[in-house]
C-alpha cells in the first residue's frame, strides 16, 4: 500500500489565484481529513469526509472547498488564495468503521503552500 | 467542543534525560486520546493511543502516556530520551460519538541534545 499520498510536495501562489492540492489514499479509508499546520498552533481542521459524497466543515473552512466523489481521492480546493493561507497542508485518513473513533488517523507527507 | 492544551511548548533535555510532556483536554463526554510524533521534514506519526482498560500505555520507541480522568490529563513520558527523539509532538484527542475528529493540541518541540 502507498498509503496517504499528497501532490504537489511544494507550491507558490500568488494573490488571487486557485489550485488543487490532491490527496489519494489505498487503504479502502471512510473516513478522509484536512488539516493545516501553522507554527504554534497544531493542526487545525479545515474540512473532513466520512464517506464517498459526504463532506463536512471543519474548524476552520473559509477560502476552502472539498468533495469527494470517490472513496480513494479527497481533493481541498483553494479558491482565491491570499498569505493568509500560507501553510503546510496535512490529508489524513483512518478507517472510520470501528466504533468509537478509536482506529488510527495516517498523515500524509505534506503540501507547504506559499502565497505571495 | 473539545479542545486540548499542551502548555510545553519548547523543551530542550540532554541525552538519557528523562522526558513529560503535558497534555490537557476539555471535553464534557468519553474520549479518546492520542500522542502523534512528527520528525523533522516528515509527517505524524502514532505514538500510542488510548481508549478503554488500563490508563498506562505504552507506545513505540519506549514512550508511555498516563491517562488521569480526575485531572482531564494525559501526559507522555520517557525515561531516558535519545537525541534521535528530537521532533514535535502532539497531543490529540476525539469524542467517541458524533462526529469523532482529532483535536490536536498546539504541539511541543522537543530538542535532545547529544
Known amino acids: 500500500n502507498a498509503g496517504v499520498t499528497q501532490t504537489p510536495k511544494f507550491q507558490v501562489l500568488k494573490t488571487g489565484q486557485s489550485m488543487t492540492l490532491q490527496c489519494a489514499q489505498d487503504?479502502?479509508?471512510?473516513?478522509m481529513s484536512w488539516y493545516r499546520q501553522d507554527p504554534g498552533m497544531g493542526l487545525r481542521l479545515i474540512h473532513y469526509?466520512?464517506?464517498?459524497?459526504?463532506?463536512d466543515q471543519g474548524e476552520v473552512p473559509n477560502g476552502y472547498n472539498v468533495s469527494r466523489s470517490t472513496t480513494e481521492d479527497f481533493p481541498l480546493r483553494l479558491l482565491s488564495a491570499a498569505p493568509s493561507q500560507t501553510s503546510v497542508y496535512f490529508c489524513?485518513?483512518?478507517?472510520?468503521?470501528?466504533?468509537?473513533?478509536?482506529?488510527?488517523?495516517?498523515f500524509g507527507p505534506g503540501t507547504r503552500l506559499t502565497v505571495l | 467542543a473539545q479542545s486540548v492544551s499542551q502548555h510545553n511548548h519548547h523543551v530542550i533535555l540532554s541525552e538519557a534525560a528523562s522526558l513529560e510532556l503535558g497534555c490537557n483536554y476539555s471535553?464534557?463526554?468519553?474520549?479518546?486520546l492520542f500522542w502523534y510524533v512528527q520528525y523533522p521534514g516528515q509527517h505524524l506519526q502514532l505514538l500510542l493511543k488510548?481508549?478503554?482498560?488500563?490508563?498506562l500505555v505504552k507506545g513505540i520507541k519506549g514512550f508511555e502516556a498516563e491517562f488521569i480522568k480526575s485531572k482531564f490529563s494525559f501526559n507522555l513520558r520517557k525515561p531516558s530520551v535519545q537525541w534521535s527523539d528530537t521532533a514535535e509532538y502532539f497531543c490529540?484527542?476525539?469524542?467517541?460519538?458524533?462526529?469523532?475528529?482529532?483535536?490536536f493540541g498546539s504541539g511541543t518541540r522537543l530538542q535532545v541534545q547529544p
Open positions: 488510548y481508549f478503554s482498560g488500563d490508563p
Open positions: 489524513a485518513s483512518r478507517l472510520g468503521k470501528i466504533a468509537g473513533g478509536t482506529d488510527t488517523q495516517y
Open positions: 487503504m479502502n479509508h471512510e473516513y
Open positions: 471535553y464534557g463526554g468519553t474520549v479518546n
Open positions: 490529540a484527542v476525539n469524542a467517541r460519538t458524533g462526529r469523532r475528529a482529532l483535536t
Open positions: 469526509s466520512v464517506g464517498a459524497g459526504i463532506t
